[in-house]
């Protein structure tokens, strides 16, 4: 997503937006972006990874509901954001996994099984 008020014609970094958690592009949080403009950035990617690649959850998507970042209506499970209301489907989070774990800018990594935390009774 973009700033509201930003020039179109001259994006900056700081205009660039992680639909997921509002927080700007920067160094040192990198994004990826999908379609018309929409960016999951590095920590809600790690997140959303962890819970439908590593969790592996069996419920299907919801009926309705579109994923922020390829526009579709998916049978794959969703991660859903907890400010606001942007979803993920697991194939997208994988392909954005794929490709900042590309970047050697970054130096990203795709979570492992090691990564899960385990639920706080």
Known sequence: MR??????????MSDVLCDFCGREWSDSLPMVEGHQGSCICGECLSAAYRTVVLSAPQEP????VRCTL??????DPMWHAAAGHACACRRCVRQSAAVLAKDPDFGWR????GDIRPAVP
């Open 61 to 64: 998507a919801q009926a309705g």
């Open 70 to 75: 390829c526009l579709e209506n998916r049978d």
């Open 110 to 113: 795709k979570p492992d099984s």
């Open 3 to 12: 700033r509201e008020g930003c020039d179109p014609m001259n994006v900056r």
